[in-house]
């Protein structure tokens, strides 16, 4: 059995240009000038949620930044094709849009410390040298550092369909395991761009047990989970050869994890995936899952 390279798996026709749509109609609504780029897109839906956040609060000066600030007016906060963020606790927010915390962009926002940059580049460095550097490009420019943990602490992380191409997540000091949450989020967002891409409406009403969770999840829930978890596996996979101690010791308990998870979800993935009637989603899908399942499998 032969899979596609990382790089393969996440370059899809189609997404681009969905991104560029939705950045132009946003730039639109808001009277400004955003650009075509995956940072554009993803500062674009922080600018539309915080204008309206705005607009509701009646707060006239906020809502004629959020209006008219671009890519370009945010160059302090950037890192090459990334904004990396260190949003305190007390500046995250929680509404009607999400059920988690989540960050804006706003006008005192601050660059992330140089030591939480440092840490990202470096994991942003191990991810291209394995494949996945694109992927991070295109849907996880804005990345949001939340809570420093040790390596045997549990680390939380999240990406919301509101806010696509931003990523929130706790980091440890190792740049190979923050890799590896910044993939995993950003498979989220990359499959939420491809079903929007391709007009894939998935049934609601059909539920699949999910091991990742212990639960019956919808085909959405349950396809993300196994997308996303099958790229944290490829990058790991690969990761892991370069590391040793207690860091080789946390990958390999998360490789041996996941083996388990994969195998008792392995019946489900297949039925689950001829719900999804775009065969280029489906494709990339079944074959980053049987990747994970089957490791000695080689790219081509």
Known sequence: ?????????VALDGIADHQRLRTSR??????????????DYAVAHHLLEGA?????????????W????????LTHLSAGPHIVLSPRPADLLRSEISETAYYLVRPDTSPAPSAAQGLVSAALASATEHGF??????????????????????????????????????????????????????????????????????????TFFSPWRKTARPIYGFLHAGWAFALTVLYTQ????????ALASFLDTYLRQQAVLFSAAANHLEQALSYVPAVEIRERVRSAVGRAIHP???YH
Do not use: K
């Not at 059995?1 to 798996?9: C, D, F, G, N, Y």
């Not at 946003?26 to 940072?39: E, H, T, W, Y």
């Not at 959020?66 to 007016?73: A, E, I, L, N």
């Not at 690969?238 to 101690?245: E, H, L, N, S, V």
């Open 238 to 245: 690969q990761a892991r050869r370069d590391t040793t101690g």
């Open 133 to 206: 550097g694109t992927l991070l490009t295109q849907h996880a420019p804005v990345i949001c550092l939340l809570n420093h943990r040790r390596l045997d602490e549990t680390l939380h992380s999240w990406a919301l369909t509101r806010l696509p191409g931003t990523v929130f997540t706790d980091y440890t000091a190792r740049p190979e395991v923050l890799a590896r949450d910044l993939i995993h989020e950003a498979a989220h967002n990359w499959l939420n761009d491809a079903l929007a891409a391709y007009d894939v409406t998935l049934p609601t009403d059909v």
């Open 52 to 64: 309206e956040h705005a607009a509701r609060t009646r707060d006239a000066d906020r809502l004629a």
């Open 296 to 298: 000695a499998t080689t």
């Open 26 to 39: 946003i730039a639109s609504v808001l009277g400004n000038r955003l650009g075509s780029s995956a940072l």
């Open 66 to 73: 959020y209006r008219h600030t671009t890519v370009r007016d």
């Open 1 to 9: 059995m032969s899979a596609l390279a990382p790089e393969s798996l």
